[in-house]
């Protein structure tokens, strides 16, 4: 980003980046990123398997879902996968989840 608040067009950007982000657990530090890592083409079988693991109400917020996107932004905004409780994060640098519960503890 130029100091105007521009963004620098010589500049190389990458597409679905995980900067940010902890592949293992599906966790980022921002929700932009959260849902350009979970857009990434080898995630989509890993959002298929979630899923078939998910069931009542929160089943019926992902199938409302009509495409990735959609599912990204719903599983970032809304996961639970980050928190002990109501207002106590697992991870204050990894806020926003796609994946389901996390297989390790947070590293960060």
């Not at 890592?37 to 109400?57: A, V």
């Not at 204050?92 to 796609?98: G, I, P, W």
């Not at 389901?100 to 590293?107: A, I, R």
């Amino acid at each position: 980003l130029m100091l105007n608040g521009c963004c620098e067009v010589s500049a190389q950007n990458s597409r679905f980046t995980c900067e940010g982000c902890d592949l293992q657990s599906g966790c980022c530090s921002f929700y932009e990123h959260c849902v350009a890592c979970c857009m990434r083409p080898d995630q989509k079988q890993i959002l298929l398997e979630m899923i078939e693991t998910t069931s009542g109400h929160r089943l019926r917020q992902i199938l409302s879902a009509t495409d990735q996107f959609e599912l990204c932004t719903l599983k970032c905004r809304t996961s639970s996968n980050s928190v002990h409780s109501e207002n106590k994060y697992k991870s204050e640098a990894l806020k926003y989840c796609y994946k389901q519960e996390p297989s390790h503890p947070f590293s960060r």
